[in-house]
């Protein structure tokens, strides 16, 4: 197996929603704002070589939507997921699977692109099977008003239009069980329903892909919650089952939105888990 980090382009996100109920003055010592409150986020993507199968977990915004839409995230720095693909010897057309941990623009826009002439959409991983589950795909093709703004259709019905959509299965009682691919999920319901986290055994390590579970590094306290996600209330106690579980077990933690930290692995200390390392990519995957 080989992991290369896929970097799809960089944006940024209001400080306070990224934040919740957190003020300011805590959020900041470790994602500092700009003059109009905005932090930087990434949309950084994971590849996974193994075997005759190319699996890409998310494949952020895209390009198609509106500069209107664009306007309001202020894309930043030159990164593609085209030309991060093939810094590492890949095309779109190579990728057999495309995972997605859920259906928010910022992770599944750039599954689906225009065709030639702009009358309509297709996939942009023309020979690749697209991932989700049942029940997070009902939730997004039917969504609640809170998040309607975040599941465009168009981002998601393709994949269904076009004969590419596949159903994980779904745990029974617990929360983490093996996919189809191989690796194991762990399902949390507070960001949005059956967020999916990939657990990718590496060698002698275990990769876990945050998705929003766990945005960024100043996200680690338990208390620091997304004012994104639905049920804030069990994102805390599934984050402080998760945080606990990489603690005890060295997990490396696979940061999707932390602009300027790719993995860190966490400890426990009296103040709860906290940040032990931080590594880049090329420390971990080479």
């Given amino acids: ?93 190579d990728i057999t699977d495309v995972f997605l941990t859920h259906l928010h623009f910022d992770h599944c826009g750039g599954s689906i692109k225009w065709n030639s002439d ?57 929360t983490l069980m093996k996919s189809e691919l191989g690796f194991d999920i762990f399902f949390a319901d507070g960001h949005t329903d059956k967020q999916m986290i990939p657990l990718i055994k590496y060698k002698d390590k275990t990769i876990a892909f945050m998705a929003d579970l766990l945005p960024t590094v100043g996200h680690l306290p338990i208390p620091y919650v997304m004012g994104y996600d639905t049920r804030p209330l069990l994102t805390l106690n599934e984050k402080e089952k998760f945080l606990n579980l990489a603690a005890s077990n060295n997990f490396y933690l696979f940061l999707e939105h932390d602009a300027h930290n790719e993995i860190i692995t966490v400890t426990n200390t009296e103040k709860g888990v906290r940040l032990n390392e931080t590594f880049t990519s090329q420390d971990i995957f080479l």
């Fill in 1 to 93: 197996m080989q992991l290369y980090p896929i970097e799809s382009g960089n944006f940024k996100l209001d400080g306070g929603a990224m934040f919740g109920v957190v003020p300011k003055s805590l959020w900041q010592k470790t994602n500092p704002a700009d003059a109009n409150n905005m932090i930087d986020i990434a949309a950084r993507c994971l590849l996974i070589e193994e075997g005759n199968r190319l699996i890409l977990i998310d494949t952020g915004m895209g390009n198609k939507q509106s500069s209107k839409f664009f306007g309001y995230y202020h894309m930043w720095g030159d990164h593609t997921l085209d030309s991060s693909l093939k810094k590492h010897g890949f095309h779109r057309d």
């Fill in 118 to 174: 702009k009358t309509g959409y297709e996939t942009a991983f023309k020979n690749a099977h697209f991932w989700t589950n049942n029940d997070h795909w009902q939730w997004a093709v039917k969504p609640n008003n809170r998040e309607k703004a975040s599941f465009l259709k168009e981002n998601i019905l393709p994949m269904q239009e076009f004969g590419q959509l596949k159903f994980t299965s779904l745990p029974s009682e617990d």
